[in-house]
């Protein structure tokens, strides 16, 4: 259980002690952490609040700069599409970050200076080992090499996944990607420009495919071995055509949304809230 | 009744489509609005939130401007020390605001532009003019000519007041104001250094006197008429020295609390909201 998924009891009350964190996007009427985590933090007493902020990617660096120079502002989230460009306006980037190439949250620390991290593979594996799918020792296949699959790989290497193979119709970004991992996980990364994946314990889905009622399935799901867990990143639909398709083969799923209610536990710790 | 006295029933839930206005100020930990103007906002199902941010003089400009750049920020209010310095930010400044020096509320206009203005003294006047003390053709002194002054005599000149006196220990500060409000309001303006008191239908402490325990009355009420009004600006307490001495001399009197209610439903009409 993640704290998302407690009985809600009340929403924060904002007064002059209230400290700020902002959800930085654009779009933003979409996201979901504000309305996710305020009552997360109402539930817990804790006098600090969410706000979503539709910031542009051209205002990006003169919105944070204003943002950093509020007293009373502890953090950043951050979504599509600034989880690259936000890496240059922090003063420190954690190791897994820099390996993802981008941020989804950022921190001020005591001395003043703003540390920049990502938990979109954070989460993913923290439901998929609640769900009884550890990734450690397995072979795993991550279709989609973009900003949310080089996060999902770097998450389940650092959880010891033993074999991870990348694929990517684009032979650029799968190798720039491949370079950035490969002297860190030595010997566990693979890549490929076609799904292969007669060999591994889990599929995953890293694609934007199945968003939309007529995208054709990220991967076939009929070479896939009985035991293997397909996992879809993907949070609307509940239930992808790929999932569907898994779930009529008899194959083992892992939908999208766990992975965010287990990232606003993992927002909380980075926080220390 | 202002909206701010209606039954609160619930407080804001904040989502990714919810409008945000922000409250600047050094310090920011007292200030009252948010927790004021959330659950008019709340009760109304208006999808916005009023979030206090702490930001130094030194950091103003940069914080505004990264506010500015946020496409769902719709508004700004301003407390101390920053009520002056914010007419600068802004692209077009209310007459009276320009007049009075200082801004407390700022928004975003179609065309994208801002425009600055003061609601200090349009809340103490409706709070006034609710309780039965309606300032038009009346005579007023008006001890202390600091932004609060300022503003209090520019919405009591407006609201039609007869005869406004200035009075302030600060002979630059006096007649700084006086050269702004005597062209505009031709005849109905005159300073002194010392409060004069025995022909006025009305008397408000527009200084900090009375904050603290020990200070002494902003002016002495022995020599007032019997019908004359004490008002102070004053919030906390919420019985000042000056109110105590006017009561028991029999005389009428104004808190400053009122005024502040009175201004959240200016700034609810200013924002449209």
Partial sequence: MTAVDAPVTAVPAISGTTRLYALLGDPITQVRAPGLLNPVLARRGTDAVLV???VTAADLEAVVRGLR???NLDGLLVTVPHKAAVLALADRVTDR???AGSANALRRE???TWTADTFDGDGFVRGLVEAGHDPRGRRVCVVGAGGAGSAIAV???DAGTAALRLVDTDPGRLDTLHRRLS???PGRVSTS??????????AVNATPLGLRPGD???????GLPTHTVVADIIMTPAETALLRAAYLRGLPTQPGLPMLGHQIDAYLEFFGL
């Fill in 52 to 54: 979503p902020v539709h």
């Fill in 69 to 71: 120079q509020m007293a």
């Fill in 97 to 99: 970050a820099r390996l």
């Fill in 110 to 112: 005591p001395d003043g």
């Fill in 155 to 157: 998450a389940l290497l």
């Fill in 183 to 185: 002297p860190v996980y």
């Fill in 193 to 202: 420009a076609r799904p292969i994946l007669d060999d591994v314990d889990l």
């Fill in 216 to 222: 054709p399935l990220p991967f076939p799901v009929t």
